[in-house]
């Protein structure tokens, strides 16, 4: 099993460019996560989805959408980057959600926008 | 709103010694508390959650609701528990964790 894995694992763009992050999980969880990690604030949730076809907003998802077309996919787009995005996202997913199911996450994908 | 705090951003032990990583959290409700640990060049990955009352390589952590903590304890620090670790919380809302700023815990020898 790979667990959850991410692509790319580095990412620099231009402002205003547009990309779309991967997140792929092969253990048959309903639950995906989007975090961002910056320097000083943890991790702070972007989107998630509690299954295929679903998404739903986090603490922080002003610049980004989603979605979840597969059950084993989760996609993280940026329409227009700005340098306030320059972070690294997390994927994480889970069978269900808390308390109970614990939270994989995946390396992570370092994004800097100029 | 619900928050997580861990004051220390760097706890710096020596190998032996007792380690206690602080976690303080905003809420008025019936709280679940997790404590999550990333090692270097390592994913990010469950230590232990309150749900379970367990121990984890040596580390437990009680909560107090009086005092909103969910400190996480070690007596005796060994050098591979130098790591990164992250308090969250859990508030029954949205399927969805709050995480704390973290701390980098440091055991030398």
């Known amino acids: 099993n790979a667990g959850v894995t991410q692509t790319p694992k580095f990412r620099v763009l231009k402002t205003g460019q547009s990309m779309t992050l991967l997140c792929a999980q092969d253990?048959?969880?309903?639950?995906m996560y989007w975090y961002r990690q910056d320097p000083g604030m943890g991790l702070r949730l972007i989107h998630y989805s509690v299954g295929e076809g679903t998404t739903a907003k986090g603490e922080v998802p002003d610049g980004y959408n989603v979605s979840r077309l597969k059950k084993q996919n989760f996609l993280l787009g940026l329409e227009s980057a700005a340098p306030s995005q320059t972070s690294v996202y997390f994927c994480a997913s889970s069978y269900r959600g808390p308390p109970y199911n614990e939270q994989f996450f995946g390396p992570g994908t370092r994004l800097t926008v100029l | 709103a619900q928050r997580v705090t861990q004051p220390e951003k760097l706890l710096s032990v020596f190998k032996g010694a007792p380690v206690e990583l602080k976690c303080n959290y905003s809420y008025s409700g019936s709280p679940e508390l997790f404590w999550y640990v990333q090692y270097s060049r390592q994913r990010l990955q469950l230590l232990l959650r309150?749900?379970s009352r367990e121990s984890i390589k040596g580390f437990t952590a009680d909560l107090n609701k009086g005092e909103t903590s969910f400190h996480l304890k070690k007596p005796f620090a060994q050098e591979e528990d130098s790591a990164m670790y992250y308090c969250?919380?859990?508030?029954?809302?949205?399927?969805?964790?709050?995480f704390g700023t973290g701390t980098r815990l440091q055991v030398t020898l």
């Open positions: 309150h749900i």
């Open positions: 969250a919380l859990y508030t029954g809302t949205a399927s969805k964790l709050t």
């Open positions: 253990m048959n969880h309903e639950y």
